[in-house]
């Protein structure tokens, strides 16, 4: 049974620093492109990250660029998300996703999702 | 950047025929999946490569996309399925990234 468990959301000041964990189980991680999606209180969803299988290939929505950084650790079957400069604006719902398709990155979509975890950027 | 864009909300009578559209330009000429999302649960992929069914999705849920819209379709529309539905598609006419639309809340009443 495939399972994405995210961790490391919280309460952070504007400017601060967090980084989002995601474990993953129940599929050969490394085979697979992940992907960052958030959705803040009312709002709807949005893409923020997607790495590729061997990790190389990383992509980011605008807003987030130089300030997020996505990684993975196949060794470890986890997949992170390195947040820095948190602005008011960040607050979400982030959820880590799997591809559909293994291999490469074309036409993704995302066929299992964790349960998302709170970021809370607030003074 | 590129756009999608949904109709914010639509209802529907239990057991008709619930049509949810996306546009987009040359949306036809990419694929389309569709997520649906219920209050505090995560997103369930509903429909990929424009008409495909995931595993374990009903046969109920069907879809299309040509020209500039695609169309989520639930037939026999029932009171479970009210839920906020979102396409999704891949672009990289500037760069490499994946649009939702804004979302469209269904509603079965």
């Known amino acids: 049974e495939v399972q994405l468990l995210e961790s490391g959301g919280g309460l952070v000041q504007p400017g601060g620093s967090l980084r989002l964990s995601c474990a993953a189980s129940?599929?050969?991680?490394?085979?697979?492109?992940m992907t960052w999606v958030r959705q803040a209180a009312g709002k709807g969803l949005e893409w923020v990250s997607t790495?590729?299988?061997?990790?190389?290939?990383?992509y980011y929505t605008d807003s987030v660029k130089g300030r997020f950084t996505v990684s993975r650790d196949n060794s470890k079957n986890t997949l992170y998300l390195h947040m820095n400069k948190l602005r008011d604006e960040d607050t979400a719902i982030y959820y880590c996703?799997?591809?559909?398709?293994?291999?490469?990155?074309?036409?993704?979509?995302?066929?299992?999702w964790g349960q998302g975890i709170l970021v809370t950027v607030s003074s | 950047s590129y756009d999608l864009t949904q109709s914010p909300s639509m209802s529907v009578s239990p057991g008709q025929t619930a049509t949810i559209t996306c546009s987009g330009d040359r949306l036809g000429d990419r694929y389309a999946s569709w997520y649906q999302v219920k209050p505090g649960q995560s997103p369930v992929l509903v429909i990929y490569q424009d008409s495909k069914r995931p595993s374990g999705i009903p046969e109920r849920f069907s879809g299309s996309n040509s020209g500039t819209t695609a169309t989520l379709t639930i037939s026999g529309t029932q009171a479970m399925d009210e839920a906020d539905y979102y396409c999704q598609a891949w672009d990289t006419s500037t760069a490499w990234s994946v649009v939702f639309g804004g979302g469209t809340e269904l509603t079965v009443l």
């Open positions: 996703a799997k591809d559909l398709a293994a291999g490469g990155m074309n036409d993704p979509s995302f066929d299992y």
């Open positions: 129940g599929f050969t991680f490394n085979n697979y492109a």
């Open positions: 790495t590729g299988s061997g990790g190389a290939g990383s």
